[in-house]
């Protein structure tokens, strides 16, 4: 997968859905593009982004006079996690 394609997907999803949320489900590689994209930092990143599997990373677009584009809200969030785990421990 590319930058640009990443890039392009994001922009015609805020085109498409203006003023809703968008919930869209991928692998670690799109996600650390789609963080490219969002702090323009194009195909040269110095940093690698951990992702942890069934992780939560949440954006928000944001248009504010004098403000940055997106915000992030959360990365690498898993404590939905947490209650899948109890409930199996439960079961057992």
């Known amino acids: 997968m590319h930058f640009r394609t990443v890039g392009a997907f994001v922009e015609d999803l805020l085109a ?21 994209h969002m702090f323009n930092i194009g195909p040269w990143r110095r940093c690698e982004i951990a992702v942890q599997h069934t992780a ?3 954006f928000e677009q944001i248009n504010l006079p004098r403000r940055e584009h997106w915000r992030l809200h959360c990365h690498n969030c898993i404590e939905h996690l947490a209650q899948v785990a109890n409930e199996e421990n ?3």
């Not at 869209?24 to 996600?31: D, K, L």
């Open 16 to 36: 498409r859905h203006q003023q809703q949320t968008v919930l869209v489900i991928t692998y670690n590689r799109v996600i650390e593009l789609v963080f490219d």
């Open 56 to 58: 939560i990373t949440h």
């Open 90 to 92: 439960a079961c057992s």
